[in-house]
């Protein structure tokens, strides 16, 4: 029953083969019985769990169930959840019971979704190997000695262990499709403002994006029509009518034009994830599609506009954790400044330390123009880059990532080297496109993701261009082994 | 060394919404601490900025009201400092792109000329909350209530040079938000507070002196004896060998003096940038267009007007405009009586003003409304009543004893125009008072008077005064 | 420009209110100076006259109603506070 699809487990569910309890039950006790292995789950809520595991099988007797009605899914732990702990993975937040939903959780819920638990991520959603957690790193179950990748680790450890079948992720500069390259699932950021943001604790506003992550394309298509909308408490979320993502899955990939960018080919790929990709594309051009190569010239410069904009934005965004109205309060503050210094010290990590005072220092006076402005103009190139590609292409592919998944700590020490991990997968957030990554082979044991980019609100083309290869593939359901 | 003062004010007005500038939580003054406080105001993790529409249409509202350019593309940016009762550790307010840029405002000087007051810019911020001093074991309360009430922030060109013209500034800026109903003005609640900034340089020279900036003054009175403090203050310093530091200084009232706010002081560096959080606030001339339309009549065209069509005086006109209620009531009782504007001016800036003040109550809730008192300016007019019987009607009036005839009938208060029966009060007077009636008639003049007033108290006041003096006159000659 | 030094960070830890265990202020020193290094290479492009970008979509700012739409959950929000009295959140004393 774990090893079914969302597709898979709602038709079961309309059939009657099961009943959502009974899966609810039968994946908590996977979760119970691996979770300690991987650490993919921060919070697990068992017992709401149950209760709208039975609501759902009520819903369904009603004749009231829509396609999600019953489905397990798990939460990335940045997503607010009412009465339930939001920790953002940092002990800043570690008591931190939030008094509402998250827009995307109140979607979901109303959809009838059933929440097993939070998934464990990088600290304020801050890293590319959830290592920065305060609840420790996530494993990754291809390999246990592999980072999971970050920062939305949990959630793609989990559908990789099939734990989970669906969960949702943030997306900021990878953190969707980065993890689940590494962790051979299918994930989505979708275009800037097609998901709210509301509730969804914010790391840089203009950059943050909520999507889903699951083992198809398919299942990104069901969890995204009910995640996408507009929402009047959300200003960046954008009024637009939803399409109907899995009646778009089917259509023919013959014409299809793909950018193959030179740039995402180049020095500092790995050699087998290369291959990998390659043979993907090739696949697509049995599928009828034309790959031709086309250029992004200003892509070696979306790495350091990025470490401008998303520190400057969060560096702002997090000075609310301040120990007075939630969060950590250090120990008998001697004056205003020992309890914001300390409380604030004692509760962040070190990643999101550096990137506050990098945020910080960016934006102080003398140094605005020479690092902000500059960062907003260089994204205004990267943007016109990808624009003017899209004048010639209907999708954009490359690597996802440049390598497989690395080993725990191994880059742990370097916040540089960790940075250049996201060097494919940046540009999309500074420009506020829609991204796709789905697995496509392996590197060794590890798995290598193949990123897809869209032109704006092109989800619906990214999901069917993922969907047709994994018709014809088999990638997407390989179990890693003990799972 | 002959100086001079420099001053710019920066308006804090407090827009008068129902909600509050980026969430739906109420703005009403006064409630039990931190009820007011929504998440948003909380600052909760994850919350989302939306903007009020109410609150842009009044910062255009006041844009077109001084004549200013209303920028059709304004930007939220983000100023960032910690301090508790700034829940998110940054204000959302308009810096580089301000909503309304480059007006300008007249105000009356003491002399009877007018200066023209530049305003360099008015944008929309945040207020933030308060934070409560009284002693919580040691520690101080925080209360959220005021925080994300809607702000105007209006910043004046250093044109002002005296602290009686900055009063004058700060009152007609006042008047004009109270008129455009965009501020209710309350003072003692902080809906109408300001900043000044004030330096002192010697007359002649084109360089502005180092200015201190003198917070959170919210009564016209601190307004002027905080500047008047501190241009002494700093004038003393200069004389003396000293010089001013840039610095910020808050008044006491108690003290009547203004003083270094430490600690505050070390460099701000307030990271300004655009709030990820919201777009650009861009405007069409459909948006700008609607507002204008809802411009009232201005305090200055309906002065003017009011001195052309009332055929008022100047400080008759200013004394009648000064809020749109009392100009509304006035109008009213002119057009109830069907005329005699000086009259009701009169009445309305007189007995009228001086029993609201006395009773401190709002025109909205007078006792005596305007067709009432066109109903007693019409017995003053057709005689019925003299001008002093009638503030005893008045006052019957605004104790509720009913409308002015009715008071009159009761009150048994008609004139007496009747020759004859005025005659015979004078003789009965004349009667009474023989050795007055001697010394008068012996060529003492002054004793007129007294006769005037034992007849007017033997007819208790109800004797046609001009009547009284014509007979008088006649019959004390013998 | 040169790289950043532990006086710096600590300039930049204050007015971020991060407290900085003195220990740990060299390897920041680095980290941040090394951070700067990477984006600096921003320089290498001549961006004049580019219009900066704010936010990925170019739309404009929505305005809501003036509607009050929120009611008072004091309680619920003070339940997570780490200290209230009466209604307050409490703070070390603020000087003013």
Redesign the interface.
């Known amino acids: 029953m774990h090893d079914k699809t969302i597709a898979q487990i709602s038709a079961g569910l309309a059939a009657g083969e099961f009943s959502s309890e009974e899966l609810t039950r039968a994946l908590l006790e996977r979760v119970e019985q691996f979770n300690p292995q991987l650490n993919a789950f921060i919070t697990i809520t068992a017992g709401s769990a149950l209760a709208q595991a039975r609501a759902a099988d009520r819903r369904r007797q009603q004749g009231e169930a829509v396609p999600l009605t019953g489905i397990p899914i798990a939460h990335k732990d940045i ?2 959840t009412d009465g339930i702990r ?1 920790s ?1 993975g940092s002990r800043m ?1 570690d ?6 939903n ?1 827009t995307v959780v109140e979607k979901l819920n109303a959809a009838g979704t059933v929440m097993l638990g939070k998934t464990n991520m990088d600290e304020f959603a801050m890293g590319s190997s959830n290592e920065t957690s305060f609840y420790g790193p996530v494993r990754n179950p291809w390999d246990l000695d592999a980072v999971p990748g970050g920062s939305s680790g949990g959630s793609a450890a989990a559908v990789a262990a099939r734990l989970t079948p669906g969960a949702t992720g943030t997306d900021t500069g990878g953190s969707i499709r980065q993890p689940a390259a590494l962790c051979g699932i299918t994930g989505l950021k979708p275009t ?2 097609r998901v709210s ?6 790391y ?4 943050d994006q909520g999507g889903p992550m699951a083992r198809t394309a398919e299942d990104c298509a069901l969890l995204l029509g009910a995640m996408a909308g507009f929402d ?5 979320c ?2 637009r009518a939803v399409p109907d993502y899995v009646a778009a899955l089917n259509q023919p990939l013959a014409g299809l034009k793909i950018g193959l960018p030179k740039e995402y080919f180049g020095e500092g790929l790995d050699r087998q994830v290369a291959q990998a990709v390659e043979a993907a594309i090739a696949e697509y051009r049995k599928l009828g599609a034309e790959p031709v190569e086309i250029s992004l010239p ?1 892509s ?2 979306a ?3 990025y ?2 904009v998303a520190p ?2 969060c ?2 965004n ?10 950590h ?1 250090c120990e008998n ?10 409380s ?3 509760g ?1 990590g ?1 990643e999101v ?2 990137r ?3 945020g ?6 003398g140094y ?1 123009d020479a ?11 990267i ?1 016109d880059d990808f624009r003017r590609a899209f004048e010639q292409v209907d999708v954009i592919m490359g690597p996802t990532s440049p390598t497989a998944a690395f080993n725990l700590g191994e880059k742990a020490d370097d ?2 080297t960790m ?1 250049l991990s996201d060097i494919y997968t940046i540009a999309v957030n ?4 829609p991204g796709l990554s789905l697995p496509v082979g392996f590197a060794g044991q590890r798995p290598v993701g193949l990123q897809l980019i869209g032109n ?1 609100f092109a989800e619906d083309r990214l999901l069917n261009v993922a969907h047709r290869y994994q018709q014809v593939t088999d990638w997407h359901e390989r179990v890693p082994a003990g799972f | 060394m002959k100086w001079e003062t420099v001053i710019g004010l920066e308006i804090h007005a407090q827009l008068a919404t129902k909600s509050k500038i980026f969430s739906g939580a109420s703005t009403s003054y006064g409630v039990e601490p931190n009820t007011q406080a929504c ?1 948003i105001d ?10 009020n529409r109410d609150v842009v249409r009044m910062a255009v509202m006041f844009g077109l009201a001084i004549g200013a350019e209303i920028a059709r593309r304004s930007v939220f940016a ?1 100023k ?1 400092y ?1 301090y ?1 009762d700034l ?4 204000q959302i307010s308009q810096y580089e792109l301000p909503i309304v840029q480059k007006g300008q405002t007249a105000i009356d000087l003491e002399d009877g000329s007018s200066k023209v007051v530049g305003i360099t810019r008015a944008h929309l911020e945040e207020d933030a909350g308060k934070s409560l001093h009284e002693d919580f074991q040691g520690q101080s309360g ?1 209360d959220l209530n005021r925080a994300g009430t809607p702000l105007l922030e209006i910043v004046s060109e250093p044109d002002l040079r005296s602290a009686k013209e900055a009063v004058a500034y700060m009152k007609k800026l006042h008047q004009l938000v109270v008129y455009l109903g965009i501020c209710d003005g309350n003072m003692q609640e902080g809906s109408f507070r300001c900043d000044a900034n004030v330096s002192v340089r010697p007359k002649g020279d084109p360089k502005f002196g180092t200015r201190a900036e003198i917070k959170n003054l919210n009564s016209f009175r601190f307004v002027e004896r905080a500047i008047e403090f501190e241009i002494e203050r700093q004038i003393d310093l200069i004389e003396s060998g000293g010089t001013v530091v840039q610095e910020t200084r808050l008044y006491d009232p108690d003290k009547g003096e203004t003083r270094s706010m430490r600690g505050k002081e070390e460099a701000n ?1 307030y ?3 655009p709030d ?4 650009p606030l861009v405007l069409d001339e459909a948006f700008i267009n609607a507002a204008r339309t809802e411009l009232p009549e201005l305090p200055d065209a309906k002065k003017q007007r009011f001195m052309e069509q009332y055929g008022l005086s100047g400080y008759d006109a200013s004394v009648l405009t000064v809020s749109r209620d009392l100009a509304g009531y006035y109008e009213a009782t002119v057009a109830a009586l069907g005329g005699e504007p000086k009259l009701c001016a009169n009445w309305v800036m007189g007995d009228f003003s001086a029993f609201l003040n006395k009773d401190n109550r709002d025109i909205a809730d007078s006792p005596v409304d305007s067709v009432r008192l066109a109903g007693l300016l019409r017995r003053i007019e057709d005689r019925t009543i003299s001008g002093k019987i009638a503030k005893e009607v008045f006052e019957a009036m605004w104790a509720g004893e009913g409308d002015a005839d009715a008071i009159i009938e009761k009150r048994s208060l008609r004139q007496i125009t009747d020759t004859s029966a005025i005659e015979k009060v004078i003789d009965d007077v004349m009667a009474g008072n023989p050795d007055q009636l001697a010394q008068y008639r012996a060529g003492k003049d002054k004793l007129f008077g007294f006769f005037v007033g034992q007849v007017m108290k033997l007819s208790k006041g109800k004797a046609n005064p001009q009547q009284v003096n014509e007979l008088l006159m006649e019959k004390l000659k013998g | 420009m040169t790289p ?1 030094g532990t006086a710096e ?1 600590a300039k ?10 003195e220990e ?1 202020a060299p390897a ?1 020193a680095s ?2 100076s ?3 290094e ?8 001549d ?1 004049t006259g ?8 170019d ?1 404009a ?2 305005l ?1 109603p003036d509607e009050i739409s929120e009611t008072n ?1 004091r309680d ?2 003070q ?5 209230t009295e009466a209604g307050l ?1 409490l ?5 003013e």
């Open positions: 997503f607010c939001t953002c937040l008591r931190f019971i939030a008094p509402y998250a800037y403002g943001r509301w509730g969804m604790i914010a840089a506003s203009s950059l009047p408490r959300d200003s960046t954008v009024d200003n070696q410069l790495i350091p506009a470490y401008v400057a934005e560096s702002s997090l000075a609310r954790f301040d120990g007075v109205r939630y969060g309060r503050p001697k004056d205003l400044l020992d309890l914001y210094t300390r604030r010290g004692e962040f070190a330390t550096r506050i005072l990098v910080t220092f960016a934006l102080s006076a605005y690092y902000y402005l500059k960062a907003q103009q260089i994204r205004r190139l943007s916040p540089i940075y500074l420009a506020g496109l704006y | 998440a909380l600052g909760m993790p994850g919350v989302l900025p939306v903007l983000r960032n910690f508790p829940p998110k550790g940054y925080i560096d990271r300004y940038f990820p959080d919201l777009l | 950043l960070v930049i830890a204050h007015l971020a209110r991060l407290a900085i265990r740990d920041y980290n941040l090394a951070i700067l990477l984006v600096e290479q921003m320089n290498a492009v961006t580019v219009t900066p970008m704010a936010h990925p979509l739309m700012q929505r809501r959950y619920y929000f339940a997570i506070a780490p200290r959140y703070v070390p004393k603020v000087i």
